[in-house]
């Protein structure tokens, strides 16, 4: 991955120290629910039985189809909510037992979470730099000067010349710039991104790939990034896939694997799921101690079976 965007600036460079590289934050959960309750009182199961191990300073990009779980995941992770039922660890913090002071504490100090549609991010008639000492103010009073310099951050973002500027006046890609900046200022050990990169130009969108991949690469941050782009997927070593509110499969160094969930359940990948409908008979016969042979009868195979009296009684 390429380094920082370079940007020249003649602003003061900051007053922040030189900034203590965090070691990324490792996440871990396990039987993760979680339930909507909506307004005519009906729950929608958003996450049934996530189990998912990222260890500290990977990077990982979750995908699936709209209303599989991502944001919501992401959320929980982030403890932005907390979940119905199951475990959530942060290093070493259950933060789904936590209470809300302690939970605050690590979200101040370790955890930024960059959600989806980046003025949600961001408070648009405040200017660039007014944005980035708001965020600022959501650290602990001690941490503060670990933040990073601003003038250094926008510079590296490509946002010297908006330091002044309104963030309800600027690009969709200067916005979302922004919106990192500010999910960064506090230099993480654990950034959570919803969607960084959606609506924006090609140009953008992998300038703003850049300035995610190298936090990693300079910092070690762990980093959990949904995407539905498929170019911002293969960017990260190891993929995610969401469906149904479970585990679908994962993608790591190019391998696909599907993931065995509660009770054995296996997600069929798409292309063997299309020939296969739900309903289909399916032989299962181990070959190897590592190895399962996965047999759809034909329609000949079936009715020798039954022929021979040895299927399809009564
Ligand atoms: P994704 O990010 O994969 O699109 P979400 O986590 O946003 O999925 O949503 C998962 C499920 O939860 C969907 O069925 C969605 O409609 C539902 N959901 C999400 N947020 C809410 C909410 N605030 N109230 C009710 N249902 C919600």
């Known amino acids: 991955m390429t380094g920082w965007v370079d940007g020249t600036s003649t602003l003061d460079t900051g007053t922040a120290e030189p900034t203590r590289p965090p070691?990324?934050?490792?996440?871990r959960c396990r039987g993760l629910v979680?339930?909507?309750?909506?307004f005519d009182g009906h729950d929608v199961v958003a996450l049934q039985g996530v189990d998912v191990d990222i260890k500290a300073g990977e990077r990982v990009a979750f995908l699936g189809p709209s209303g599989s779980g991502k944001s919501t995941l992401l959320t929980l992770f982030g403890g932005v909510q907390r979940p119905s039922a199951g475990q959530i660890f942060l290093g070493d913090d259950e933060i789904s037992r936590l209470s809300e002071k302690a939970l605050a504490r690590i979200r101040a100090r370790r955890v930024s979470t960059m959600l989806q549609g980046a003025s949600r991010n961001l408070l648009s008639y405040a200017t660039a730099g007014q944005n980035l000492g708001f965020a600022k103010l959501a650290m602990a009073p001690g941490d503060r000067r670990q933040a990073r310099g601003d003038a250094e951050l926008l510079a590296q973002m490509g946002l010297t010349n908006q330091a002044n500027q309104v963030v309800a006046t600027m690009s969709g890609g200067q916005r979302q710039r922004l919106a990192l900046a500010c999910a960064v200022v506090s230099n993480p050990a654990l950034l959570l991104a919803d969607e960084p990169t959606s609506?924006?130009?090609h140009q953008d969108r992998d300038e703003v790939l850049d300035l995610i991949h190298s936090l990693g690469d300079e910092f070690g941050t762990t980093i959990l990034v949904v995407t539905h782009q498929p170019e911002v997927a293969q960017t990260f070593p190891r993929t995610i896939s969401m469906l149904g509110g479970r585990v679908g499969s994962e993608g790591r160094d190019g391998a696909e694997y599907v993931v065995v969930g509660k009770e054995g359940v296996l997600h069929l990948p798409a292309y063997v799921a299309h020939d296969w409908p739900p309903?289909?008979?399916?032989?299962?016969?181990?070959e190897r101690r590592d190895r399962v042979l996965l047999t759809k009868p034909t329609e000949e195979a079936e009715s020798e079976r039954s022929f021979d009296g040895t299927a399809g009684a009564g």
């Open 23 to 27: 070691a990324g934050l490792s996440v």
């Open 199 to 201: 609506q924006l130009s």
């Open 34 to 38: 979680h339930l909507y309750r909506t």
């Open 279 to 286: 309903g289909t008979l399916v032989r299962v016969e181990p």
